[in-house]
């Protein structure tokens, strides 16, 4: 982590990439975080129109390099690149990098009403055909990142705070959820509507102006092994405001 002087600091934090765990990000401190971030593949479409076939990574190091894939910090983050498809490593890449922002810019946006200052999305856009930590790339071809960020990013959102992505058949997960509001204007009384693995509740909550805050908790026993989405919506005055999403996996 470096920081440049100033009454706030500026963090660049690099958890999952260059050392230590995605996860560190839910444990963070800083008050500005303005770098921050993990590499993600683009779409497929746009991976075969500037790398012409170049696979595995490996075999074509290089050209990769070239491309500013940072290779080392890939392999540690998505597994062994010779063994990866493309369609694997697009997804695995993807996924890890919107787990990463997901955790990162929440806890940030939940520690509000501490002292948190801000924290920025980098980055957004590609300016060559290349492999970097963009959200949409050159082609102007969104990764899931970007819509994870967006997600994240709602003025008034539910935020589920986790420190783990798997669980286990029949054990008790409990999430602590959370109401925020960005606006300075008191949005009312509200509710928090959550589902997953056939699973719903609601969980009142006032969104108080400029406002985060423990609405309550999330309560599942997965059933079944596999992938789970769960879904938290905010509801005020009979309307969406909006949606999250956060994603699991269940084994035996």
Known sequence: MQRSTGRWGDAH???????????????????????LGS?????RASIERFM???????????????????????????G???????????EISQAYAS????????????????????????????FWPSVTMAAVDFYRVPTKVHATVGRSFEPVMASVEYGRDTFKVGEKVTLPVW?????HRDLGPGEIR???????????HRFAADSSR????????????????LIAEVWIAGAKVSENRVDFRVND
């Open 179 to 183: 109401g925020i509001n960005d606006y």
């Open 214 to 229: 423990k609405a309550g908790e999330i309560v599942w026993s997965p059933a079944a092994a596999g992938r789970y989405e």
């Open 80 to 90: 062994d690149l010779r063994k990866l498809s493309i369609d694997d490593a697009v």
């Open 99 to 126: 787990r990463l922002f997901q955790i990162a810019l929440e806890r940030q946006r939940r520690r509000k009403e501490e002292g948190a200052g801000g924290i920025f999305h980098f980055f957004a856009i590609d």
């Open 194 to 204: 959550w589902q997953v693995g056939g699973v719903s509740g609601a969980i009142p």
């Open 13 to 35: 934090l690099y958890y999952g990439w260059y050392g230590g765990s995605i996860y560190n990000y839910a444990r963070m401190t800083a008050n500005l975080v303005t770098e």
């Open 52 to 78: 012409k076939g170049k696979w595995p990574i490996p075999d074509y190091a290089e050209d990769w390099q070239y491309r500013r894939l940072q290779l080392r910090e890939a392999e540690r983050a998505w």
């Open 39 to 43: 590499t993600a593949l683009p779409n």
